[in-house]
């Protein structure tokens, strides 16, 4: 009852930029946080960066700061990741994470996207 959807992934080159994006929808009462993971191949999966409504605000890994940028529309269920500088170490599948209260239930869950493949390469 809960989807998220992913886009924006694809192949660029060293230094280039894209920006990923992901959409939550379905029977959705409110969302804390949403944020993006990213998993590489033998690798596990790590975050990459978080928007929350609370204290802990935004969050970078600390290889991704200073490059990318998290947003959020929130009327539109919606989060952003601006990825600048990519190097070939940034390839991974990124994944949309929402933690949120769907309707009619009082405790808050976490829902995943279907991942999205970012490659950075010449």
């Known amino acids: 009852q809960v989807q998220l959807v992913e886009s924006g992934g694809g192949l660029v080159q060293p230094g280039g930029s894209l920006r990923l994006s992901c959409v939550a929808s379905?029977?959705?009462?409110?969302?804390?946080?949403m944020g993006w993971y990213r998993q590489a191949p033998g690798k596990e999966r790590e975050l990459v960066a978080d928007a929350s409504n609370t204290g802990s605000g935004t969050t970078y890994a600390g290889s991704v700061k200073g490059r990318f940028t998290i947003s959020r529309d929130s009327a539109k269920n919606t989060v952003y990741l601006q990825m600048n500088s990519l190097t070939p170490e940034d390839t991974a599948v990124y994944y949309c994470k929402a933690r949120l209260r769907p309707r009619g239930v009082s405790a808050l869950f976490s829902y995943w996207g279907q991942g999205t493949q970012v490659t950075v390469s010449s």
């Open positions: 379905g029977s959705i009462f409110s969302i804390n946080s």
